[in-house]
């Protein structure tokens, strides 16, 4: 017996609301609960069109505001469940793979920004200043714990000194942070719609390629040269505005030349035949350690200038 669009609607809308609740209240398991809140959003989209995505995410919203109080179902429904319209958009208009995961990234982020605004503007809450309270509160908690049970006054003053430019760093970084946010949701988003749509036998977009050939504009290499002049030039002569830029940019770039520096030796690795689990653990050490993370940065960096992997390797 086939169901209705209006049940079938009726359902997925009933499981989203579902698993956000057990998202926001759920403990430990939430966290990974939340990975799978867009995807009843994606199937819908898929099977009745954007149209009717949208207006589940809406229905879906007003329940769980019922539930939760606006705000942290406006977080959930505009902020990560609208990847799941996206996604099931792109995927009816048989767009690319990468075409797919840039559309659904690209509009996590306006959805990102679009909601701090909104809570700004109509409800005048300024979201840096009151993340950056919110953590500042935090560590005040975790000190004074660290104080009742004795730790050395010496040792807590060094600890405060290390937190208190980690977060004035924090503040500058919020657009940095907005961006890290939404690719980890459409991270999720992507996978878990993945694993799901292949339980369920439904078909999805091609996967992305191997790892080990991702390549990314060269434009982020002049962009990470530019915004590295920027911080020296904003941080000497005083210039605000261009320093808040520089370290976004520089941040954003360097994450990029991250990845395709961790690609590249993906490529050597194959190349020299270096088992999995080895590969694994330089892969950890490289992304634990800053110094190492920097290196593979560059590397990267300057790979979508030079191309090692075809120079020095052969390859594509």
């Not at 809308?13 to 799978?36: D, H, K, N, R």
């Not at 505001?65 to 406006?74: H, I, K, R, V």
């Not at 004795?150 to 980690?166: R, W």
Request: glycine content about 6%; hydrophobic content about 55%; aromatic content about 14%.
């Amino acid at each position: 017996m086939k169901s209705t669009p209006v049940v079938e609607g009726g359902l997925l809308v009933a499981i989203s609301v579902v698993l956000g609740l057990a998202a926001t209240y759920l403990p430990v398991i939430g966290m990974a609960v939340e990975f799978f809140c867009a995807v009843p959003f994606v199937i819908l989209t898929l099977r009745q069109g954007a149209g009717r995505g949208l207006t589940a995410l809406i229905v879906s919203f007003m329940l769980l505001s019922m539930f939760m109080g606006p705000l942290l179902a406006a977080r959930l429904a505009f902020t990560i469940n609208i990847c799941g319209v996206i996604l099931g958009w792109c995927i009816t208009q048989k767009f690319g793979t990468v075409k797919c995961f840039f559309a659904t990234f690209l509009s996590s982020i306006a959805a990102q920004v679009t909601a701090i605004a909104f809570v700004l503007l109509v409800m005048g809450i300024n979201f840096t200043e009151t993340e950056i309270s919110m953590l500042k509160e935090s560590f005040e908690e975790s000190f004074k714990f660290y104080e009742n049970i004795g730790v050395d006054q010496a040792q807590l003053n060094e600890m405060k000194s290390q937190v208190a430019p980690v977060l004035e760093l924090m503040s500058f970084l919020m657009p940095t942070i907005v961006v890290l946010v939404a690719l980890v949701n459409t991270v999720a988003c992507y996978l878990t719609s993945k694993w799901i749509f292949q339980k369920l036998h439904f078909e999805f977009v091609e996967p992305l390629p191997p790892f080990k050939e991702w390549r990314f504009p060269n434009f982020f290499f002049y962009i990470a040269a530019f915004a590295i002049l920027g911080m020296y030039w904003g941080a000497t002569r005083q210039w605000g505005l261009i320093h808040i830029i520089s370290v976004n940019a520089t941040f954003l770039s360097m994450g990029v030349g991250l990845i395709q520096g961790l690609a590249v030796f993906s490529f050597a690795a194959d190349r020299y035949k270096i088992s999995k689990l080895l590969r694994r653990l330089i892969f950890a050490l490289i992304i634990l350690n800053m110094m190492f993370a920097q290196i593979a940065a560059f590397i990267g960096l300057f790979d979508m200038i030079f191309d090692y992997r075809k120079k020095l390797f052969g390859g594509k």
